[in-house]
Structures are given as structure tokens and as C-alpha cells.
């Protein structure tokens, strides 16, 4: 995968400081289909470390990942907004 020099996280602790910042990553399983799950990195763990989350009960994803390897995508900060300001930038900015 091709990574921009500013993006390049070149050491093993870097990748691990980054995962326990900002835990919160998409699972991607062979299948293409994704799940958002917060998860625990255990850096002393096997050979790069070991991360450990859980599915909600209902999510049926679990079964496709379950022993097997996934890619995991960590995109850093991320933060919830008031509906409220929905409104506010659709009257601002309105498409319509």
C-alpha cells in the first residue's frame, strides 16, 4: 500500500502509540464487509502485538473474522455532534 512520507509511521512503537491513541478502528473482513468496534491493543502479545474487541450480540460479522486475519484501519480523532448543529449548517450551507 502506498503511504505518504507524512503518514509513515516507520517503528513498530509508533503504529502501537497511534493504536492506543486513537482505538476506535473499522474491521474489514476477506468478504469486503466492515464493522466500526473499538479496540484494545496488547503490544506484548505475539509477534506485532495482539488487539482484542467484541461485536454487539446481533452483528453477525463476528462470523466471518472469528480466527482468521482482518484488516483493521485506525483513521485517529473522531467525535459525536448534536443533531442540533445539523440543523444550523443545513439553514448556513443549504444544498438546495
Known sequence: MQVPDKWDMAS???IHLFINQYGFATVV???LEGSHLPLLLIASEGENGTLYGHFARNNPHWKSVARTRVL???NGP????NSNNYLAIQREFSTL
Do not use: G, W, Y
Not at 78 to 81: E, F, S, Y
Open 78 to 81: 473522531h467525535a459525536d455532534t
Open 12 to 14: 513498530r512503537e509508533l
Open 29 to 31: 473482513s476477506i468478504d
Open 72 to 74: 483493521c484501519i485506525f
